[in-house]
């Protein structure tokens, strides 16, 4: 984030079940704040739909993928 030049995008992603989405955006937020940056969520989504997220088993809800602006 700190490479990222002021209204540049940064895109990521997780693609593993044992990083919650909750966590994920976690993570992302912490890093905007060590790095002293304002972020603007673009787009946040899941894994496509032929690959389901069912409720209660969590290793179905593995893929997070994320873009930000950064002010």
């Known amino acids: 984030m700190k490479l990222v030049k002021k209204g540049g995008f940064l895109v990521t992603a997780s693609c593993t079940n044992l990083v919650p989405p909750e966590l994920f955006l976690q993570i992302i937020g912490m890093a905007a704040k060590d790095a ?16 389901p997220i069912v409720w209660h088993m969590d290793n179905t809800n593995y893929l997070k993928f994320l873009i930000i602006e950064l002010g």
Do not use: G, L, N
Request: proline share 6%; net charge positive.
């Open 36 to 51: 002293k940056r304002p972020i603007r969520q673009v787009c946040f989504r899941a894994q496509a739909a032929d690959h």
